[in-house]
Every structure is written in structure tokens, then in C-alpha cells.
């Protein structure tokens, strides 16, 4: 029988100090949390296991460029968790990584999204959308659905069909990992997020480090002249998902308030 929850704050340094102060703030608002190795990319490329792969020129003809390795151990630190929870039936995963602060009334909206069939709910974003407020959850707090991708995997929960959307999509690798949650009408991953924001950043102090190095490699001449069928190809995918979903999306406007405390929030 599937297991309610589980939360892990996706780490480096499990020992640093706001990694500690993370997981001690969450206990104090009743959620549950456990240190999540993070995958090391810093000294060289992480291996791959049984199903991953990595499309190196698809990653050419839509990035221009190759993921360096500190970004695939982020990619693979989210996945590698998503996938443990789900092999170990878990009806949710949270993630949070290690460089994020918690608000006042985390635990209570975490809470509150659990069990009403939500594939993925972003707790923070970076990018401010359109969006359809859904209804009120916690205090000032609501459940919206964004349409577009609000860009970064700092805090998010998935059920176990989110999870397994997931998992079949990103075993096939070429983009970082936010910019997978971001193509969520490629893999029909419904997607809310949490309004205002539970969480936010602390700038430049996460341990999973996204990118290290300059990656000089440049695209082939025919994966340049591939990359406008493919972009066009991407933003058909996207229309028709909007088209298809136009009741989830048919109210969607800009907020009207700040949504969070993440600086970089735009």
C-alpha cells in the first residue's frame, strides 16, 4: 500500500549550516524531513543508470550547448529522489533544495495540496505568469495554475502520477532539470504552484552547484538549421496543450502583489 509523503531537502553538505536550519525549521512546522544525497558534478560527469540517457544533439539544436557536468548532478539529484520515492510508493515527494528558506505557513499549505490529484505544485518560482487562481488554501495563500513554466526546482511537490510523468520523460536528458518542469505540456505534467510563495532563496548559497564551466562546443551547421522547425515544433506542442486545457486557463492574468521573497523573482 502506497506511503502518504515524503520530504528531502536535496544536499551536498548535509552538515552546512542552512541545510541544518532547513530541516529544523520544517520539523518545527511538522513536516518531516530527511537530508537527500545530491548527486557531485563538480570534479567530472556523473554516471548514468539503467534507463538514463543523455541526447546530446538535441541538447545542441535547443541549448546551443551541452549540460556541464555540475548541472547534470543537479538534473540527476532531482530525478534519482523523485524516483526513490516512487519505487519506495510514496503517494507524494516534497523536494526542496538546500539553499531555500521556508515561510511562516509552509508546512499548513504543504499540508493542504496533498491529496486533491495535483501532479506537481511549485511552493516557489522565479518567474512571475499568467494564471488562473484555482482557490484559497491556507490564510493569504492560493492554489493557481501558471501557463507557462515558472522556471526553478527549489520547492515542489509531486504525486505519485506527477512522479511517474516525470520519471518516463526526464530519463531522456538534454535540458537542465527546471527547464524539464517548465515543458510540462511535452509530458501532460498538470501543473499548479502556491501563491504567494512559501519559500524563497538565498542567493548564491546553494551546494548543488548548476554550472561551473564555460562549455565551448558549439552547434554543427545542421543543428543549427534544425533549430527552428524544433523551437516551432515545441511551441506548437505548447498551443495545443493550452488549447486543449483552455478551461484551466481561461481567467489567467497577472498578479495584482508581490508573489514572494526570492530577489531574483521577475
Not at 505557513?105 to 505568469?129: A, E, H, K, N
Not at 490564510?139 to 513554466?149: A, D, K, S, Y
Not at 511535452?186 to 504567494?196: C, G, H, R, S, T
Amino acid at each position: 500500500m502506497p506511503k502518504k509523503c515524503v520530504c528531502w531537502v536535496i544536499s551536498l553538505k548535509p552538515e552546512a549550516e542552512n541545510t541544518q536550519k532547513l530541516i529544523a525549521d520544517l520539523m518545527s512546522q511538522g513536516v518531516d524531513a530527511e537530508v537527500f544525497p545530491a548527486i557531485d558534478g563538480r570534479l567530472g560527469t556523473p554516471s548514468l543508470e539503467g534507463g538514463e540517457r543523455i541526447l546530446g544533439n538535441l541538447a545542441m539544436v535547443r541549448h546551443g550547448r551541452r549540460l556541464t557536468a555540475s548541472e547534470l548532478g543537479c538534473y540527476l539529484s532531482h530525478l534519482r529522489a523523485v524516483k526513490k520515492a516512487y519505487e519506495n510508493d510514496y503517494e507524494h515527494v516534497c523536494l526542496i533544495e538546500d539553499d531555500v528558506v521556508i515561510e511562516r505557513y509552509f508546512g499548513d499549505v504543504y499540508r493542504s495540496v496533498l491529496g486533491r490529484g495535483l501532479d506537481m505544485v511549485r511552493l516557489m518560482s522565479l518567474r512571475i505568469r499568467k494564471r488562473t487562481v484555482i482557490e484559497p488554501l491556507v490564510g493569504e495563500h492560493n492554489l493557481v495554475r501558471p501557463e507557462r513554466g515558472g522556471l526553478g526546482t527549489q520547492a515542489y511537490v509531486l504525486n505519485r502520477v506527477g512522479m511517474k510523468k516525470f520519471i518516463d520523460y526526464a530519463q531522456h536528458i538534454y535540458e537542465p532539470v527546471d527547464k524539464v518542469f517548465d515543458h510540462f505540456f511535452l509530458f501532460d505534467l498538470n501543473v499548479y504552484a502556491v501563491e504567494p510563495h512559501v519559500a524563497f532563496e538565498l542567493v548564491h548559497e546553494t551546494s548543488v552547484v548548476k554550472s561551473l564551466s564555460v562549455n565551448i562546443e558549439k552547434p554543427l551547421l545542421w543543428q543549427r538549421l534544425v533549430f527552428h522547425p524544433v523551437k516551432l515544433w515545441f511551441s506548437l506542442r505548447r498551443h495545443f496543450y493550452r488549447f486543449s486545457h483552455w478551461r484551466d486557463f481561461r481567467n489567467a492574468s497577472l498578479p495584482k502583489y508581490k508573489v514572494g521573497n526570492t530577489e531574483r523573482a521577475r
